[in-house]
């Protein structure tokens, strides 16, 4: 990870973490949202923030395409981004004023599967804004309906939808409270109809102790 900006990054993003594989059960309530600055100061926190990664990536190999960055997750006082670079390389940023982190990938990311899958791409709390676990997700060739821990529904935020050729790759954010290992259980639409499937968390259940502050999605 290459580090743009100096400070304490763990005073934005807590003890950062991240697990970096690439590789339906009735559904409750889904959970209440924390408290969020409204609308207009949203909106005027993510183009501040907007502004401050490209004022470090625009003129860079990194730099997006026209696209520009797409809002992942967005904080009180930090937001995280995706963007694709010109040479179809994937990249994130934690973006919180005095401490800020960028990833990018090092060869194109543009090979969408053959088949429909569900594949995690990056995991940890840089992906998340706020004092919580992110992990930011892909579904080639399908779309995804809902996502669960378990019986409990998780809140999901449709990324960018990026296509290539006859294929479509679809980019989420999702965010739990906290460290979380297990597997999630997703319900996607293919263009054969609805089907349920499992993605694999970093870090697998039977690895979480007995007293640990981890929770266990199964």
């Not at 600055?37 to 990664?53: D, F, K």
């Not at 395409?65 to 967005?74: H, I, K």
């Not at 263009?191 to 007995?210: M, N, S, W």
Request: aromatic fraction near 6%; hydrophobic fraction near 35%.
């Amino acid at each position: 990870m290459t580090v743009i900006a100096s400070g304490a990054l763990a005073s934005c993003a807590g003890d950062a973490r991240s697990a970096e594989p690439r590789g339906s059960k009735s559904a409750s309530p889904r959970r209440q949202a924390p408290a969020s600055p409204s609308q207009e100061s949203w909106q005027a926190q993510v183009e501040r923030h907007r502004e401050g990664v490209l004022s470090k990536i625009s003129q860079g190999e990194d730099a997006p395409d026209p696209e520009g960055l797409s809002p992942v997750s967005v904080g009180a006082k930090s937001t995280v981004f995706f963007w694709v670079t010109t040479d179809a390389r994937y990249c994130f940023a934690f973006y919180g004023g005095t401490a800020s982190a960028l990833t990018c990938s090092t060869t194109p990311d543009n090979r969408i599967s053959p088949a429909p899958t569900l594949d995690r791409f990056h995991e940890g709390d840089l992906y998340s804004a706020r004092n919580a676990y992110g992990l930011i997700i892909a579904a080639d060739r399908e779309t995804v309906r809902s996502l669960s821990c378990g019986d409990e529904r998780l809140a999901v935020r449709r990324v960018r939808v990026i296509e290539a050729g006859d294929a479509t790759r679809t980019i989420y954010g999702v965010e739990l409270d906290k460290w979380t290992a297990g597997v999630l259980r997703a319900e996607v639409v293919r263009a054969d109809g609805r089907h349920t499937e499992i993605l694999p968390l970093g870090t697998p259940a039977d690895q979480v102790t007995a007293g640990d502050s981890w929770q266990v999605c199964d």
